[in-house]
């Protein structure tokens, strides 16, 4: 299978009647879509698309948060050879105009609650817009009331003499999909990613971890992302797998009852999730009493909890989950020692969206602490400007999956990757003499200290995050002095200190003082904070979740900035 065009027509004439995409409303499976079913949905929308004049080659944006047409509207898009533009539900009016000109889409595939974003003049730019809820046309299109409820039947409609263009399936070569990176320092960049790019991630996504007969995925990431579009979307599909969605966002109370019902056996998260998981539910109840926190910082002790607890957890999972996958950030150390240590089915993957994104990973039965795997096969990783005393640098990579570049910025294209074709990724990072690749950051956010060390403020970051008290942090320098800025746990606090709001000023400083000797006694001589500076407001995030750091270091750098 070379193209997205290629894998439908194999799945949907493999797979017919079996669960392709389902979908819970309140925690009960409520709409379950075959394979077959699925297949004349796309049927539906391509003939919408031909019949409002688009060809293969016109871009069509994709905004709407999860459900069964999502993925029915993709796989629409680009197997009949068009681009698909995903678009992450949490950008700003603004951003979602920008990247819908930059685009330049001709059609648009959308939910009820994000068309409201968009004002009247971009909506009245598109071709054809068409709503996801029941893939009704909604604005502009050339197809008669008749035809529309022809297509709603799924009646096959021949094609008439409005449609523009040719149509044909699309090659390996083309472009199928521009997805905008939300970037925690710049303008969203549209990255360009083929069919061949997008289907080879099935291959290298099955060399690590191949689905079985019977597996459930359940999708809890935005879509748009890759890496949940590109390993929870199109492989479960290629494979024959079925991929259930929420209703709405995956809190605690949403996703409990969900567990219960959909007993997934795959699920693909951030770290965020399951950090939440092991602090509130795990590590509060560990730490409740002087005796048992005693206890727990014994290492044998600690880990006859942690398994009883991981048997726990697996239960609330709903008992069949045979893959954790974690990616997107850096994961907590005292999280992932957790995991481990509970014999917890998790791995830690890493990739790009400028590589599709997989680069290297390890099933469950491999995991190492710290690492994120080898290099996937047929992909190749090294380091480049490697300092001699940590044997770190930038990571770069070769992969079939990689970008044709970023669209319509050539510059940008050209710095990220050297000339004989390797892609820089701005990864910090290092290999164990059997090529386990351990990563330590972000280039742009080493800090150099003032004897000419470097610095990773994520790796000082981990150590605050996992501090009770502590919600997250961002680390950053100020006149040569470690600076973190920290939103404290309120609930953690309310439960250790009655009343703490009111007195919060009063002893503020004192648990400052506390966490920063904690911190300090876990990191290296060079890390150490100097200052904990409380942050009251939730840091603001990327659309992928991301905190924006330059809003954050800029201002502790230029104390007139300061709130």
């Known amino acids: 299978m070379f193209t997205l065009h290629d894998l439908v027509r194999h799945s949907i004439a493999a797979f017919p009647e079996k669960a392709a995409f389902s979908m819970t409303e309140s925690g009960v499976v409520c709409e379950t879509l075959t394979y077959a079913e699925v297949g004349k949905r796309i049927k539906k929308v391509q003939h919408l698309l031909h019949e409002a004049g688009l060809v293969p080659g016109d871009k069509v944006a994709l905004l709407s948060s999860n459900s069964p047409n999502w993925g029915v509207a993709y796989l629409a898009i680009t197997s009949a050879g068009m681009v698909v533009v995903p678009i992450l539900p949490d950008f700003s009016p603004s951003e979602l105009t920008h990247i819908i000109s930059h685009s330049e889409a001709k059609g648009l595939v959308v939910s009820d609650k994000l068309f409201s974003k968009l004002s009247k003049k971009t909506v009245d730019n598109f071709d054809i817009v068409i709503r996801t809820q029941n893939l009704r046309v909604i604005h502009g299109a050339r197809v008669s009331l008749a035809e529309q409820d022809s297509v709603r039947r799924g009646e096959e409609i021949p094609p008439t003499h409005r449609a523009s263009g040719p149509r044909r399936a699309p090659r390996p070569d083309d472009l199928a999909a521009i997805i905008y990176t939300s970037g925690t320092t710049s303008t969203p960049k549209g990255v360009m990613l083929t069919h061949s790019a997008l289907c080879a991630q099935v291959d290298l996504s099955a060399s690590i971890f191949p689905v079985i007969d019977g597996d459930v995925f359940l999708s809890v990431l935005p879509l748009a992302h890759t890496y949940e579009c590109s390993i929870g979307m199109i492989y479960p599909f290629a494979r024959g797998a079925e991929v259930v969605y929420l209703d709405r ?163 940008a294209t050209k710095e990220v990757f050297t000339p004989d074709g390797w892609l820089k990724t701005g990864d910090l990072g290092c290999f164990s003499p059997d090529g386990w690749l351990y990563i330590k950051g972000r280039l742009k956010n080493m800090i150099v200290g003032p004897g000419g060390e470097n610095i990773y403020p994520e790796d000082i970051e981990s150590v605050l995050n996992s501090h009770v008290f502590i919600n997250e942090a961002v680390v950053t320098q100020r006149g040569g002095r470690l600076v973190a800025l920290v939103n404290f746990n309120k609930e953690a606090l309310e439960a250790r200190f009655t009343g703490w709001q009111r007195d919060f000023d009063k002893w503020k400083e004192g648990v400052a003082r506390d966490i920063t000797n904690w911190v300090n006694e876990r990191v290296s001589k060079t890390s150490r904070v100097s200052e904990i500076v409380e942050e009251d407001k939730e840091f603001i995030k990327t659309p992928t979740h991301k905190i924006r750091r330059f809003l954050y270091t800029r201002r502790t750098q230029n104390p007139k900035n300061q709130k």
């Open 249 to 411: 966002p995956p809190t605690a109370t949403v996703l409990l009852p969900v567990l219960a019902t959909v007993r997934p056996t795959v699920m693909l998260i951030v770290p965020l999730i399951i950090e939440k998981i092991y602090r509130g539910q795990v590590l509060s109840r560990f730490t409740a009493n002087k005796f048992i926190k005693f206890l727990y910082r014994l290492a044998p002790i600690r880990k006859l909890l942690h398994r009883m607890a991981g048997r726990k957890l697996k239960g609330v999972f709903g008992g069949r989950l045979r893959f954790l996958g974690i990616g997107g950030a850096k994961l907590d150390g005292d999280t992932e020692r957790f995991l481990l240590e509970a014999k917890f089915p998790y791995a830690i993957g890493y990739g790009l969206t400028e590589t599709a994104p997989l680069l290297a990973g390890a099933a469950p039965s491999q995991v190492r602490l710290g690492s994120t795997g080898p290099a996937a096969p047929g992909v190749e990783l090294k380091v480049e400007n490697v300092d001699p005393k940590t044997g770190q640098g930038e990571i770069l990579a070769r992969t079939p999956s990689a970008m044709l570049g970023y669209y319509k910025n050539p510059a």
